[in-house]
């Protein structure tokens, strides 16, 4: 009796969700998406039905699963507000976490217009062909560092 009457309480998790140190979500994810979790080279690496996304393991701070419905502090969606932009990079490429459209652009530090996309929907962008280094990304009227 104990047995069916716990199985009727649980729940599927539909989630997965990276956090940074402070606590903010980093990445989220539904599990249907998710094809498999690696590890290589110090970074974690989650390939998902829209790509594949790399972080360093040391700034992530903790993985949950969600049930979505079920848990009132999961992310339902990300609007294309600049309080809610992130960007997470790899060797190879930048993703923007939480716009969807707009313009993007990248500069060198010394002031070089190395990229711009004026109509970008969203999908990663191409930095192999740079040199390692530190970069500023314009994403609409967000403005962010990265390192390659």
Known sequence: MLAMLGCSVATAQTQMT???PNGHAMAVWSLQDVGKVTFEGGDIVVTHATGTYSSPLAEVMSIKFTDDEQDPTSVKQILDDASQLRIATSESAVR??????????????????????????GEEIDISHLERGIYIITINNSTFKFKK
């Open 96 to 121: 923007v976490i939480g716009a969807s459209r707009g313009t993007v652009a990248i500069w060198s530090v010394s002031g070089q217009q190395l990229y711009d996309n004026r109509g970008w929907h």
């Open 18 to 20: 990276f956090y940074e």
